[in-house]
């Protein structure tokens, strides 16, 4: 099934022609903005195609990738994690069993995460339209740490929107976002976290469209925002593919990566998706369990609109949305990508939420067993394996998304083990 | 339907358009409110569908939407309070204004039908432009109620005409680019950009956003068929809670005088 020359091309009937023109995943995605958004939505679509069209672009983006980024990033084996699993899988009576783990290395990017891909490509876009000033909001504050970043790379303006509680937990990257020359303004409606984060600097975009690029930082948001992020972030999945076919010379079995906006995940399977034996699993937060707080939206929620796209939401039986919860601030959103809603309902891809402390397991065993500190989102996807990698034969090959270092939840991790630092 | 909003924009002068969030303070405060709109003289009235995430509005209508949903506020409520309103006033036209979510959460044929039943106009929806127009315009259209859109500084003459498509009652100008209730735009600018969709279309123009004040009403009312004000009158009801009729119909009055005599200024 699966050999050395395998050629990565959409096929006719491809999964990875999506969105159509209209910007729709099946039911979801679309432009659900504000007309007052509208027309700068448009150009920016326009501004998209031409760039993707135009070599020079693409060898800006490759040239910052591998220069000021520091890909490829590594795809790493992780031996003492394969055997713990297998000494998992023999314990229940199954010695046969044990997959391979590999892990793909986005925590050795600059900045510490999958993030920057992205910003890279949107703030080469930004000044292609002539824009002169970026926002971007944040969560854990990864995303706004990588937006201030390629701000102070390329000298613009960057201001920074974070819910006043993900401020007081994640001081550390608000301190690096204004070492890195950005404004960081804490939002104080709702819950103040992500949601209320993007709703503000919705607010803020829409009154200053005429010279302000708004660099969203995960796959959603009104077309063509999920797609050009997922192009950006594909990078991720390109490569690993082309690594593992020339370390072992086949395709992965199975691939998985944690998912809240869900951009790490996709631009780790959109490559994939038309390699039919290849599986996904995306990884969504669980919080404290699905009957109390969590944000696992496709598990936990049903279809609805919210910043500019339709997607799987937490909400209500009114519509109103209803807030998330996750030890992990990066996945602590009430929402989830459009293209992930898709590949969830037409059965390409399984989503499995992972309770908090799942991940706080996984994250201290990836610790102890491979020397790699991964942040708490990527121990979402890690916290899968005992799930799925003893059930497993061994001659099978899972990758697992790594997405980001864990040492901004050195802070949280200590508090949740009641670590006094 | 659109029968009552088309009378409201063919008195021979400019139309007041108010808006107040439904269920703030309480659901139950709203019907003694909406009263004052139209007694104080208010030719529509909008009812704001609260929100969790108002993204679209400054600080004055999220907080409203914010008590709104905090003293329970359901979309049965809305239904309810409209539906009430309309058997004490079968002359004034009602217009439910919010986001998508809300509308479409039970489908968009369920929502049409309750705003036929309980008597409601039109929609404003602020987050389905007309690229998203089968979300809930066909639903809508098949019921009768009017699909007000919005256009706005950003909206080109080019685009003007997909914009119009589809919608009826009156077309809702948003005066900048912004979040309801703070900056105000130059007048001057009011009157080219009238002047410009005039071109596009023969529906009621209304002018809103950052209209506080009854002189400000008058100078936009002289250039459209109606001027829209709403985080004034929200601010009133923050200020005087279950209370703000009194205040709310002084405002009304003031604000109905002002545009109603605006062309006079001309």
């Known amino acids: ?421 | 339907m659109t029968q009552r909003l088309s009378a409201a924009f063919a008195k021979g002068r400019p139309a007041l358009v108010t808006f107040i969030t439904g269920g703030d303070p309480t659901p139950d405060a709203t019907p003694a409110i909406l009263d004052a709109l139209v007694a104080g003289g208010a030719d529509v009235i909008e009812l704001g569908m609260p929100f969790t995430d108002p993204m679209a509005d400054g600080p004055a209508i999220q907080a409203a939407n914010l008590r709104s949903l905090a003293a329970g506020t359901r979309t049965a409520d809305i239904f309810r309070i409209a539906k009430d309103f309309r058997a004490r006033h079968p002359e004034t036209p009602l217009v439910l204004m919010g986001y998508a979510n809300p509308m479409v959460a039970r489908g968009s044929e369920w929502f049409a039908a309750q705003c036929a039943d309980a008597g409601v106009d039109g929609i404003i929806c602020v987050d389905i432009p007309s690229e998203e127009d089968p979300e809930i315009g066909p639903a809508l259209r098949a019921h009768g109620i009017s699909f007000i859109r919005l256009a706005t500084p950003t909206t080109d003459t080019a685009r003007l005409p997909a914009v119009v498509d589809g919608s009826s009652g009156f077309l809702y100008y948003v005066s900048v680019a912004g979040v309801t209730g703070k900056q105000q735009a130059a007048v001057d600018s009011i009157k080219e950009a009238v002047a410009r969709i005039k071109s596009g279309t023969d529906l009621p123009i209304a002018v809103g956003f950052g209209v506080r004040t009854p002189e400000q009403a008058a100078a936009f009312a002289a250039h459209a068929e109606g001027v829209v004000v709403g985080s004034a009158l929200v601010d009133l009801v923050a200020q005087h809670g279950a209370d703000a009729a009194g205040p709310v119909r002084e405002l009304t009055a003031a604000l109905a005088d002002a545009v109603h005599n605006a062309k006079a200024l001309v």
């Open chain 1, 1 to 421: 099934m699966n050999t050395a020359t395998i050629p990565n091309s959409p096929l006719p009937n491809s999964l990875r022609t999506q969105p159509d023109e209209r910007g729709h995943f099946g039911q979801f995605g679309g432009r659900y903005v504000a007309e007052t958004l509208m027309p700068l939505i448009l150009d920016l679509e326009r501004e998209y195609k031409a760039a993707k069209a135009d070599p020079a672009f693409k060898e800006e983006f490759d040239d910052l990738m591998k220069h000021f980024v520091g890909r490829p990033s590594p795809l790493y084996y992780a031996p003492r994690m394969t055997e713990h699993f297998r000494a998992a899988a023999a314990a229940q009576g199954k010695p046969e069993n044990g997959a391979q783990v590999w892990f793909k290395r986005e925590e050795l990017n600059h900045t510490g995460a999958h993030k920057i891909n992205n910003c890279i490509g949107q703030i080469l876009l930004a000044i292609r339209m002539g824009k002169t000033k970026i926002i971007a909001e944040t969560g854990a504050g990864q995303h706004g740490v990588a937006t201030a970043t390629v701000c102070a790379r390329f000298g613009l303006p960057c201001t920074i929107f974070m819910g006043a509680t993900d401020v007081a937990r994640q001081q550390p990257n608000v301190f690096r976002m204004k070492l890195l020359g950005a404004e960081v303004i804490p939002v104080t409606s709702g819950a103040a976290t992500l949601k209320d984060a993007m709703n503000e600097a919705l607010r803020h975009w829409v009154a200053h469209v005429h010279d302000t690029f708004y660099i969203i930082g995960t796959a959603a948001g009104p077309h063509p925002y999920p797609e050009l992020v997922r192009d950006f972030q594909s990078v991720i999945g390109k490569e690993a593919r082309a690594q593992l076919l020339e370390r072992t010379g086949r395709l992965p079995d199975l691939l998985i990566a944690a998912v809240g906006g869900g951009s790490n995940a996709i631009g780790l399977f959109h490559p994939f998706l038309d390699d039919t034996d290849v599986q996904m699993l995306g990884v969504e937060a669980g919080g404290h369990g699905l009957d109390k707080e969590h944000a696992a939206s496709l598990t936990g929620g049903k279809p609805g609109i919210l910043h500019g796209n339709k997607t799987y939401l937490l909400q209500d039986e009114d519509g109103q949305i209803t807030e998330a919860h996750s030890i992990s601030a990066g996945l602590d959103y009430p929402g989830i990508g459009p293209e992930h809603s898709w590949l969830h309902d037409i059965g390409r891809a399984k989503y499995l939420p992972i309770t908090d402390d799942q991940a706080m397991e996984a994250f201290q065993l990836c610790c102890q067993l491979e020397g790699i500190i991964p942040a708490l989102e990527s121990a979402h996807a890690l916290a899968a394996l005992p799930e799925v990698a003893p059930k497993m034969g061994k001659d099978q090959i899972i990758i697992v998304n790594v997405s980001g270092r864990g040492d901004k939840d050195i802070f949280t991790v200590a508090e949740k083990l009641g670590v006094k630092l």
